[in-house]
């Protein structure tokens, strides 16, 4: 019984309470002024967004090379690029055409894509020729084997649209190889075709 008593008087003292002035009336005004209300402090920021990345991914050794997708902004050292695209079967690296490297950041920027599969990037001769023997698709003079040319595919972008681009880009040879689902592009002299 004590308990409801003190309950309703409560409820009592609350009703008895003034109701505060409507907001916009001189009154309200002038409480405000009287008592502001305590803004709350803003959250300081520290440091900034990270810089949206491309993730280029070697499809044969699984290595993983990560560009800084603002166009302007510097690639990796040659040392490291030349590296990345070795040739995976003698492991052998040469030194590739530094357009490549920013080639596939646009590539990715144009499509908003956060990773690129390398299929192919610096071919030595031997391992050419033994390709060629085995009756693969491969050209006798490959701009592969003068680290001018790479071959690659974006994970969720069609063949036909990456291919596309590509031939709009101008840079070179592009092929599209719509069995294995990737696009060549070289730097030598503009020229298309069709592969396996």
Known sequence: MRAVLIVAALATSAAAAPAPPPAGSKKAAYLDDKHPTPKRAKRPVVGKPAAPLVNLRNAWTDEWLVLDANPRAPLPAPALRDRFLRDHYTNQPTQ????????????ARKFAARRVDIVSGYRAPKYNLMLRKKGHEVARDSQHTYGNAVDFRIPGVALETLHAWAVSRKL???????????????TSKVRYWDGG
């Open 96 to 107: 590739m055409d530094g357009k490549l490297l920013g080639t596939l950041r646009d590539a």
């Open 172 to 186: 070179g040879g592009v092929g599209r190889y719509r069995g294995s689902g990737f696009v060549h592009m070289d």
